[in-house]
């Protein structure tokens, strides 16, 4: 019996058991020896090699990322972009993937992973791939789009390519605004080797004493505060370690410099919270926040050019291996390129898109704003973000919410959101009206854990009701109700999304939110609320799946009816969109619908562990993949259901930690407008006239971006820009 469909209590209790496998950290519990055990008792006659890697999957995303980097077709400086998204992605990937591994390894939990390799096997072939991809991203950056942003106006020097005057505004410059912050540390017999904090960007440098000659070392960090490159005028620029180095003469005085080396670490920083701390769930993660930036080294980057005798003492202080080295030609930190991207040239970037107000929610476009709840109560309403404004939608929702004399409560969950977010203000502001208020802010959302922290106190300040979460699980789904007093009766406003409530990132994800106030899904919501808040023992619900306990279970029932729809002659098919795809049971589901020719579509934008297009196992399945200016972000799953289309939304990923770590939410679509919306996005998607990614058996990507005759595929999410701007739909 799967560990997630043990039977017990739908969530683990205030103590924070979780069973039989509570003594073992999630991730090996998800990916180690127990679950394939399982898998394999399930699988049958399935092969032994049906499943891609997770990890090596992840980096043929990341590559495809770097393709569009390196696609002339694009504007120069949303090249540059996805340079900085793929040098982003990989830091975050060997913080936390990478130290997984290495974990697992030291801790000798080196079982097998479903794709049959060893962790260490795993390792190795991510440092050999990494390393040949950030080699790819310096090659694209330095001989391709450095030369195109120059070519159009903006570049990005060195110091030697500065003029005289720019140096002296440079040095004026370095004395205001970066000396005083710079402290350069010795490494000598009194001074040991200093700690090198994670994702830093630092100079090695090797100085002399010229009376005694004795040669010494010294680091100096690149202040992380500043410019990572600095604006030498409007479209100049020269990166902010190439101005450090042509002043360490005044770091050192009276020394030789003799040379000087960038180099940069990667460390452990994901986070592990004893279940032990349940009783303080919040307090123990302050803790491991404070310890994040002490562990252990992952990855060293250094600039091709550095000495080796230098390289030879990063090593051994700083403790990594040879294959964790990766020498690569400056600059190091593309991610750094964000900032260049700020650069006010729209010709150089894609055209401005504006969202507009849903069709659905004011069909008539006015100044007044729609009202959200009156519109709601008409009919449900489906939001496609970031087509449909996400201001004049969910945020305005609560907003209007927050102030309606005839709303009694609201309940949210708040898992990522913004800086400056008007979701919480709208909150603030109705406990300040007197509404009952409760927020379940998500604690441990991973690099977002401090600002939850901070945002759950300043509510917790104005009177809402915070809850911070379980223990073992993290609560993942995206969920908004509002109570109000409708005269008539009470009546339960629900807004169950794809993605988070966090205003600046829903105009540039993709995501769906579905708007009711069917009964249902109200009581299903209400309960659920119930289970995150209180001690409620609710598993069962009406119009809605939950992890950890029934979404797998829930959409294998669905995949094996495809299965019985097939067999009687009667239509059946089954179409995925997510972003990742890997649990190994919903896989064989999908590789016994393909057996019994059930044709099975998968639209995902990043990991993907199925292998299609295998004879006897998997020929009727494809996957494809898109990126773009968008995040593709929806999760959508959609069963043909002998003819009677059934389509779930929600927050859930078919991945080990979304069904059994965390709480997610799908909602089954029963308007038929929006169950055809879904299903033309689908068609749209897989069209052979739509440029797409096709994942190949092998686990290859194949690009598909134009047609026989080498004319451009369609661009799916240009598409849907010009549909909603001209307030089409594509059923």
């Not at 401090?450 to 223990?471: C, M, P, S, T």
């Not at 009470?490 to 794809?498: Q, S, V």
Request: aromatic share 6%.
């Amino acid at each position: 019996m799967a560990v997630a469909d043990a039977p017990s209590a739908p969530f683990p209790g205030r103590d924070g058991h979780q069973g039989p496998q509570a003594d073992l950290p999630p991730e090996e519990v998800a990916e180690g020896a127990v679950v394939l055990a399982e898998v394999a008792a399930d699988a049958g006659p399935l092969p032994p090699d049906r499943f891609l890697d997770r990890e090596l999957s992840w980096l043929a995303f990341n590559e495809r990322v770097l393709q569009l980097a390196e696609d002339p077709g694009l504007p120069a400086l949303e090249r540059a972009k996805f340079i900085a998204i793929f040098a982003s992605n990989l830091d975050e990937f060997f913080m936390v993937r990478v130290a997984g591994l290495k974990r697992r390894i030291a801790t000798g939990i080196a079982v097998r992973a479903a794709s049959g390799l060893t962790p260490r096997e795993v390792l190795e072939n991510i440092w050999n791939r990494g390393h040949l991809l950030q080699l790819q991203q310096a090659v694209i950056f330095r001989d391709e789009v450095r030369p195109a942003l120059a070519a159009a106006g903006v570049e990005i020097l060195g110091w030697a390519d500065l003029t005289e005057k720019e140096r002296l505004d440079m040095d004026a410059f370095f004395d205001q605004r970066v000396f005083p912050i710079l402290t350069p540390l010795a490494v000598d017999p009194s001074h040991p080797f200093p700690y090198i904090s994670g994702l830093s960007l630092n100079l090695a440098v090797v100085v002399r004493n010229p009376v005694t000659g004795n040669e010494l070392f010294a680091r100096v960090k690149v202040p992380p505060l500043l410019p990572r490159f600095v604006q030498v005028d409007r479209q100049r620029f020269v990166p902010l370690e190439d101005i450090i180095a042509a002043h360490l003469d005044d770091l050192f005085p009276g020394m030789d410099v003799l040379q000087h080396h960038t180099f940069r670490i990667t460390r452990n920083e994901d986070l592990e919270v004893e279940e032990d701390d349940a009783e303080n769930l919040l307090k123990a993660l302050e803790r491991e926040l404070s310890r994040r930036r002490f562990g252990p080294p992952v990855r060293l980057e250094v600039e091709s050019s550095i000495d080796p005798h230098v390289l030879e003492l990063l090593v051994e202080e700083l403790g990594v291996s040879e294959p964790e080295v990766f020498r690569l030609p400056g600059p190091l930190d593309l991610s750094g390129l964000w900032s260049i991207y700020g650069v006010e040239r729209d010709d150089l970037k894609q055209p401005a898109f504006i969202p507009r107000t849903s069709r659905e929610l004011a069909e008539v476009e006015s100044a007044s704003p729609p009202d959200v709840m009156a519109a709601v109560r008409e009919h449900d309403v489906l939001v496609h973000h970031p087509y449909d404004s996400f201001s004049t939608s969910v945020q305005l929702f609560l907003e209007q919410a927050a102030v309606d004399p005839h709303v009694l409560a609201i309940k949210q969950t708040l898992y990522r959101t913004s800086g400056d977010s008007p979701i919480v203000k709208a909150l603030i502001e109705a406990a300040r009206e007197g509404k009952q208020v409760l927020a379940l802010v998500e604690i441990k959302a991973r690099f977002d854990e401090q600002a939850n922290i901070d945002w759950g106190r300043k509510l917790e300040e104005a009177g809402v009701h915070v809850v911070y979460g379980l223990v073992g699980l993290k609560t993942h789904t995206k969920l908004s109700l509002v109570v109000r007093d409708d005269g008539d009766q009470l009546r339960r406003y629900c807004h169950i999304g794809t993605g988070n409530y966090h205003p600046k990132t829903a105009r540039l994800y993709e995501d769906f939110g579905l708007f009711t106030c069917d009964p249902q899904v109200g009581e299903d919501v209400s309960d659920l609320f119930n289970v995150l808040s209180g001690y409620s023992m609710n598993t069962e619900y009406h119009r809605l799946l939950v992890a950890p306990h029934s979404i797998r279970t829930g959409l294998i029932e669905r995949i094996e009816r495809e299965i019985e729809h097939q067999r009687a002659g009667r239509p059946a098919g089954i179409r995925f969109k997510c972003n990742s795809i890997v649990d190994e049971r919903i896989i064989d589901a999908l590789y016994r619908a393909s057996q019994a020719g059930v044709p099975v579509a998968i639209w995902v934008r990043g990991i993907c562990a199925v292998r299609p297009g295998v004879p006897g196992l998997s020929e009727n399945i494809r996957v494809v993949s898109i990126l773009g200016r968008f995040l593709e972000h929806s999760r959508a799953y959609e069963f043909i259901n002998g003819g009677d289309v059934e389509v779930w939304i929600g927050s859930a990923d078919l991945m080990h930690r979304n069904l059994d770590r965390r709480v997610e939410a799908l909602v089954s679509l029963k308007d038929t407008t929006e169950v055809a919306e879904i299903a033309a996005l689908f068609d749209l998607a897989l069209s052979p006239e739509t440029s797409v990614w096709i994942l190949q058996p092998d686990g290859t990507w194949d690009r598909r971006d134009r047609d026989a005759q080498g004319r451009p595929l369609l661009d799916l999410q240009e598409v849907l820009i010009s549909a909603h701007q001209q307030r089409g739909r594509l059923s």
